[in-house]
């Protein structure tokens, strides 16, 4: 073989691997990129109630002329 297609050949395999690399990239990323809206929409979604303790005001304590 010459070099020629020896260069050729490696040429065309890099773009097909880059172009696979590609599609399976865009579907990872679409697949991950639904998943996380889906939960975020689910999230946002839902009424969250939280209780909160009571505030409770304390005591005045004395003031300076009483110390």
Do not use: C, H, R, Y
Request: hydrophobic share 55%; glycine share 6%.
């Amino acid at each position: 073989m010459s070099w020629f297609k020896v260069f050729s050949a490696v040429v065309v395999a890099n773009i097909v691997s880059w172009i696979i690399i590609s599609i399976i990239g865009w579907l990872v990323f679409f697949v991950v990129f639904d998943s996380v809206t889906d939960f975020m929409g689910k999230k946002m979604g839902e009424q969250v109630s939280q209780e909160f303790p009571p505030i409770a005001v304390p005591a005045p304590g004395p003031s300076s002329s009483e110390i």
